[in-house]
């Protein structure tokens, strides 16, 4: 267990403070220094912060504490040992409480003022006395403010911690859904075009060997791509060239979808054009194995305040409601850039995937 104060070193500095004070007022003659009491109670003290880090009850240190400043107080030939008293109230703020600290320090000034009270009856009539019992009560009132200072400071950090924490789960949690998302997307879609393409070979097979030959070879390719963006996703690569949305479609379909691209991709920060590039992969992924589309279109429009893609098929149709990872993924992706996604679809009619995102997005 580690001392309650956020600042551990105040005390043991302050006992090195007054017994070097002490020390020299008793051997140079300045003042009459009681060794034996005054050395037993310094090295006293110290050992009170070893029991506070063992984690002895707070109130017996207070008391212990309490009655070690007066024995030093008393011993000391220097006078500073009065400045261990503000120890109290700085002490008790972290082990109790700002209450109990106003407390303390108020305790201490009442001590103060019955010790002259029994000693010297007159003694608010001495200008020294009163000025020390000022500087006693100022003392007090800083130790308590600047206890609270400390206080609210350590809360800070921990608080800046816990959030430093929030912050680290969620980016690992933003991470993985990028990751699975990305996955989804990219193998998904190459996954899905090698079954199509390995059913056509394997129905192809006798009839026409040169399609079927050519569907093997384009399940190849598209094995190969799905390689190399599990790759990306795992290693986490991203080329230095900037990434360009139409040349992205077109090795996407590879000449099996019709793609129409328009408007200019310069204006379009490479978030949006990713997303949008993601928005194609899903819904030709989706037209081809739900859909049993037989026909696929994409068209991008790229105008001044916003871009919108539209993925549009003839297949059967997506009933009202649905719509699982993918679809949930990309909206996902949609509105990290401001963008929206929306499907028109109907059964015998076809589907229409429609995203919509604004050029200023981020």
Not at 27 to 32: I, M, N, P, T, Y
Not at 142 to 162: K, P, T
Not at 290 to 313: C, K, M
């Amino acid at each position: 267990m580690t001392s309650r104060s956020p600042f551990p070193w105040v005390s043991p500095l302050l006992y090195g403070a007054v017994l070097v004070a002490g020390t020299y007022a008793g051997l140079s003659g300045l003042g009459d220094t009681q060794w034996g009491l005054f050395l037993v109670g310094i090295a006293a003290l110290f050992g009170t912060d070893l029991l506070e880090a063992r984690g002895v009850s707070p109130v017996v240190l207070l008391v212990v504490r309490s009655a070690l400043f007066v024995a030093v107080a008393v011993a000391d030939g220097s006078g500073l040992s009065r400045a261990l008293f503000v120890l109290g109230p700085w002490t008790a703020y972290f082990a109790f409480g700002r209450r109990v600290s106003i407390a303390v320090a108020g305790a201490w000034i009442g001590v103060a003022v019955a010790g002259w009270q029994w000693t010297a009856p007159q003694w608010y009539a001495d200008r020294d006395r009163v000025a020390d019992l000022l500087m006693l009560a100022l003392a007090m009132v800083a130790a308590v403010g600047m206890a609270a200072v400390a206080s609210a400071e350590r809360a800070g950090r921990q608080h800046l911690e816990a959030s430093r924490r929030d912050v680290a789960r969620l980016s690992a949690a933003a991470e993985r859904n990028r990751i699975a998302r990305d996955i989804h997307d990219d193998l998904g879609h190459h996954l899905t075009a090698i079954v199509v393409l390995l059913e056509k070979a394997s129905v192809f097979g006798d009839r026409d060997p040169d399609a079927a030959a050519t569907a093997l070879a384009d399940a190849e390719r598209s094995a190969r791509k799905a390689l190399a963006d599990v790759r990306r996703s795992v290693g986490d690569l991203r080329e230095d060239r900037p990434f360009v949305l139409a040349a992205a479609l077109r090795e996407l379909v590879n000449g099996r979808v019709p793609v129409e691209v328009s408007g200019d991709e310069a204006g379009y920060p490479e978030p949006v054009l990713v997303t949008l590039y993601h928005a194609a992969q899903e819904g030709i992924t989706n037209a081809r194995r739900h859909a049993n589309a037989t026909e696929i279109g994409v068209r991008v429009e790229l105008r001044g305040s916003q871009a919108r893609l539209v993925v549009s098929d003839n297949g059967c149709g997506t009933p009202p409601g649905r719509g699982g990872f993918g679809l949930r993924g990309l909206r996902e992706r949609a509105q990290q850039v401001g963008g929206v996604v929306d499907l028109e679809s109907s059964p015998g009619v076809g589907t229409r995937l429609i995203v919509t995102v604004p050029a200023a997005a981020s």
